[in-house]
């Protein structure tokens, strides 16, 4: 026993480090504990809805059980980009070159880079 735990302190342990530091195993990992409780209430319906085999006037949960692991997985498609973001420290947002207005608001994009463009190519 002592072997194997002086084995799994020198050898496993270190190399399982390196891996859970990578920052795509950090984000997944940050961005499933984010949404935990939403797994468990899930898991408390998913619970529920057994005795509604044997109980005829039992109510059915199955709706609420598949509303909540389907909020889990639209939370998660969020959580691990933002996250990943987060990591990266990425504060400034990406900024268009010709006139250094954020891209999310698309609405200098049809005037103002039809006005600019001509100018972009003199310069």
Known sequence: MNKFMKWLNESFAP??????????????????????????????????????????????????YNWTFGMVSIFVAFLIPFNLMEKAQKKEPYRCRCCRTDPVFPVHQSAVHRRSAGKLRER
Request: hydrophobic letters at 50%; glycine letters at 4%; proline letters at 8%.
């Open 15 to 64: 190399k399982m480090q390196k891996i859970n530091n990578n920052p795509w195993i950090l984000t997944i990992k940050e961005s499933i504990m984010q949404v935990m409780p939403l797994i468990f209430l899930g898991s408390i319906f998913c619970i529920l809805t057994i005795p509604g085999d044997y109980i005829s006037w039992w109510p059915n949960f199955w709706t609420i």
